[in-house]
């Protein structure tokens, strides 16, 4: 799951009765209701169209009470029982869910809303995107930069801002909102005499719940109708507001069953739906499966590929140097290794394929070793006799992720060059968003062919077996597959990436030449100090143990800090300190905003925001990395992901480079454990505000270029603009405020998130916001323009021809577009700066080979290059190396490079 796939969760019950009540009667010839199953699974059935690489979580309400009723027994008890014609709908509905292999869930003791919170936040705080699929407006307090909500019924889709737009106010006070107005149909109390108006008058007026109640003595000075007597009513109503909070918090907590990883669509049981439409009389699904049936589904996006399939496993020399001279002859051939693990640098190789046509390929097994597995022939000689054609620049070769191939043939002394084509970057570089870039997701979408899953010869889960263990019957047809396919998808991806010049450019120049670069510095890797680190984690664990013992004397007896109801039980029934907020449970929180507010007043909280931030920082870092040294190098091997992100930027893997901490001291120190080889030093080069200056250029604003070009501190001349005082005058605080606009106007931020950000009132921020504008009218010009073109085609453009396609520019829906606006804007900025670093590595990798530079890249993160340098080369090659980079694009404003150089990293940083 990933930005690209999010994870879809369905409130089902939400759904059950919205499709009841909005659509006619409907029954089958046996007088049986079947109108709330076809609304609801037509939903669900649009969603998929939607969304065809995300899993669909459908969850319903369990029967029986709920936690809420506990703490209220009159919650929803003005709701009339269920219609018996909806009742009898329910069980077909779950029935169809399952048959479709999506996952169902229905929690007793908890509200669907509770279960589909907990499982968003998870997914969300994992780095997941959820969508989450509902009528029902009080979902909108889940809402944040990865939770949005979709109604399928309006075709409404609501992000953070949406959310703002609709209501008048953030997610984060939608709660509040509910509880000072109640919810007849929830039988929610409120506060008697507040309407959705006065209510907003409040929270817009002075905040949150706490921060109203809190200035009681401010309400008569509010705008809205009443506020005079307001103060009273509210005061009176205190203990009703608060229950009202809490009965409309949707938990996010639960100790549920499963995990959102462990959700996953499943393969769909066509008989057992087949039957169930029978039964309900859905003549059109019913004809759909009976024609998917028999392949003709008129929902086919591409002619399958019906061709037959000629597959070879090669066991005797004379097969094999047949089709030696068939690959030598050949004026392309696809080529594929079957390993037996994914780790590059540990992988050791167990067969090979080939394919030279559509339609015919070749598997060569060469280290199966169950027991009856058949003679095979002999690696190191096949691989001899391959070594030279592989190795061969002249000859060229295709694959579906060639890097990995390639580092793992290095490992057995063979070279790959040649490579001339890849299909996963084929795919990525023609729509980077379109789908998932794996063979079997783009055999699917180009070729109408669904194609055998490594799961499907190995196994799955912890029975699964590694490809040396899979019998030879099995691996030939699979590991052959993959060779014809990728051959397959090549020929159908590669005249559409022709049809653009600026894709085939962006393809040929940029991602192919980087794939053997990203290949060597994978397999170099970045030396550790693993005694550092595990010094660190000594120190930290001495740490932690101090402070929990400190926590313990202040508590006055033992705890475990990590147990939440016994925090909650010494700060809130044994220290009495204020409850800040509450469970949805109606336990006192104390979750980390909780503890940050009480940390202002109480020694306690304080601490135990220590002890939480050095725990996660010590189990994250200092004990994981030292596990993922590789021990024959000595070194950690991170996977460099060119076919992830959608503007083109690299991601990392085992270890995530990208998320090391440098803000910190004790993060900063794991920096330091990243250091060099003895007589080497690490050289940090680093783009400075390349996304300004990128702005700059496509702007062509003549203010920011002048402060570019002038090498002026470009936050201090915007502060000084913006706040109308000179350049030496501006204060730090003026610069921070100026920093903020800067980078937030990038990301489309609106004038409410830089509200929240500076800690101003909105107005402030918006005033803020239009003298930017002002000041720099070729930035509005550029976001102007920037806009209408992406309207005008769908797309938008790095400078170099890297395109970010924007399916929802043209939706109907105002909140959908206004986000598909902002990726328009931000994308060619965050696109041509990857551009850039991508361009470098290319660059800098052929210079240290041209002119044998005893230097290596061996990382790179976000815009930064990382390399190890021989001490007594550091100066030229720090000089050259910021004119290489200096020199990957010709801007109108100086790109500028920051080297510098060290022991480890932080220092050189």
């Known amino acids: 799951m990933s930005d690209k796939q999010p994870l879809i969760l369905v409130d089902g019950s939400s759904y059950l009765y919205r499709a009841y009540h909005a659509l006619p009667p409907l029954t089958n010839s046996k007088g049986a209701a079947t109108g709330a199953v076809k609304g609801v699974i037509n939903m669900i059935r649009r969603l998929q169209k939607d969304y065809p690489e995300s899993t669909i979580a459908v969850v319903f309400d369990a029967k029986g009470k709920t936690f809420r009723d506990d703490i209220y027994p009159e919650y929803k008890a003005n709701r009339p029982p269920m219609p018996d014609d909806l009742r009898e709908q329910i069980e077909p509905i779950h029935s169809i869910v399952r048959g479709m292999g999506l996952p169902l869930l229905c929690e007793p003791g908890v509200e669907a809303d509770d279960v589909i919170g907990t499982l968003a936040k998870e997914a969300s705080e994992a780095g997941c995107s959820v969508i989450v699929s509902t009528g029902d407006k009080d979902m909108a307090q889940l809402v944040n930069d990865r939770v949005t909500l979709v109604n399928t019924m309006n075709d409404t889709l609501m992000d953070p801002q949406g959310v703002v737009d609709k209501f008048g106010i953030p997610p984060e006070l939608i709660i509040d909102l509910l509880a000072l107005m109640g919810d007849k149909v929830d039988n929610i109390p409120g506060v008697p005499g507040v309407g959705e108006k006065t209510a907003l008058g409040l929270l817009q007026g002075l905040g949150g719940l706490d921060q109203i109640y809190a200035s009681l003595d401010e309400v008569q000075n509010l705008s809205f109708r009443g506020a005079k007597t307001m103060a009273a009513k509210l005061e009176k109503e205190r203990d009703n507001a608060y229950l009202s909070y809490e009965l409309a918090t949707i938990a996010t907590d639960l100790k549920l069953p499963l995990v959102y990883a462990d959700l996953a669509n499943g393969v769909p049981d066509k008989a057992a739906l087949l039957a169930l439409f029978r039964e309900l009389e859905f003549k059109s699904w019913i004809d759909e499966l009976e024609n998917e049936a028999s392949g003709d589904s008129s929902d086919a996006t591409v002619e399958a590929d019906t061709r037959e399939q000629n597959y070879v496993t090669v066991l005797d020399q004379a097969t094999f140097d047949d089709w030696l001279s068939r690959l030598s002859e050949a004026p392309l051939f696809a080529f594929d290794t079957e390993t037996t693990s994914l780790n590059y640098m540990e992988a050791d190789i167990v067969g090979l394929s080939f394919a030279v046509e559509r339609g015919e390929a070749a598997y060569v097994p060469l280290a199966h070793s169950y027991p009856g597995a058949p003679a095979q022939l002999d690696r190191d000689a096949i691989l001899a006799a391959l070594k030279p054609l592989l190795e061969d620049p002249a000859k060229p070769k295709l694959g579906q992720n060639l890097k990995y191939d390639a580092s793992v043939l290095a490992r057995y002394d063979i ?441 290596k890249m061996i990382m790179q993160v976000h815009d930064e290059l990382v390399l190890e340098v021989a001490e007594d080369q550091l100066d030229p090659v720090c000089d050259e190396l910021c004119k290489q980079m200096s020199a990957a694009a010709e801007l109108a404003v100086p790109l500028l490079v920051e080297v510098g150089r060290g022991a480890n990293w932080d220092e050189a940083h």
Do not use: C
């Open 415 to 855: 070279h790959m060059q040649g490579i001339a084509f890849d299909t996963m970057l084929e795919s990525y570089v023609l729509d980077s968003t379109g789908t998932r870039h794996d063979m079997d997701s783009l055999a699917l979408k180009y070729l109408g062919r669904s194609t055998t899953h490594f799961e499907d010869v190995a196994g799955k889960g912890a029975k699964q077996i590694t490809f040396d263990q899979v019998g030879i019957e099995q691996a030939g047809p699979y590991a052959a597959e993959d060779a014809e396919v990728t051959l397959a998808l090549h020929e159908t991806l590669w005249p559409k990436l022709q049809e653009s010049a600026g894709l085939a450019s962006v393809f040929s120049d940029i991602e192919l030449p980087l794939v053997p670069v990203l290949s060597r510095m994978e397999r170099t890797g970045a030396l550790l100090d693993e005694e550092r680190l595990w010094e660190q984690s000594r120190e930290l664990g001495g740490r932690l143990q101090a402070l929990e013992e400190e926590a313990h004397n202040l508590a006055g007896q033992v705890f475990n800090l990590g147990s939440p109801k016994q925090l909650g039980q010494i700060l809130f029934e044994k220290l009495e300190l204020p409850v800040i907020k509450k469970t949805p449970k109606g336990a006192p929180s104390t979750a980390e905003e909780v503890l940050q507010e009480l940390a202002l007043d109480y020694p306690l909280p304080k601490l135990l925001i220590e002890h939480r931030g050095l725990s996660k920082l010590k189990s994250t870092y200092t004990d994981k990395l030292p596990g993922m040294i590789n021990p024959r190098t000595g070194r950690i091997h991170t996977s460099y992901h060119q076919a992830v992100t959608a503007t083109g930027r690299l991601s990392s893997s085992d270890p995530n480079l990208q998320n090391i901490p440098i803000r910190t001291e004790e993060g900063r120190r794991i920096r330091q454990a990243f250091i060099a080889a003895e007589g080497y030093q690490v050289v940090a080069a680093d783009y400075s505000q390349i996304e300004l200056r990128i702005m700059a250029h496509l702007s062509k604003d003549a203010g920011l270029l002048e402060a570019f070009r002038e090498n002026l501190d470009v936050h201090s001349a915007t502060a000084a603009e913006v706040f109308g005082v000179s350049l030496d005058a501006v204060s730090g605080e003026q610069r921070r405020k100026a920093k903020a606009i800067n980078f937030g106007l990038i990301y489309g931020m609106s004038a409410f998130g830089l509200a929240r950000q500076l800690r101003l009132d909105r107005g402030e921020a918006q005033r803020y916001i239009d003298v930017y504008f002002e000041r720099y009218p070729g930035v509005r010009e550029y976001m102007d323009n920037t806009r209408a073109l992406a309207h005008e085609q769908g797309y938008v453009e790095t400078l170099f021809g890297r395109r970010l396609y924007l399916p929802e520019i043209n939706v109907r829906n105002k909140n959908r577009q206004q986000a598909a606006e902002r990726t328009a804007i931000n994308a060619p900025m965050q696109g041509t700066a990857a551009d850039i670093i991508k361009r470098a590595m290319i660059t800098v990798d052929r210079w240290i080979a041209d002119d044998s530079v005893d230097a």
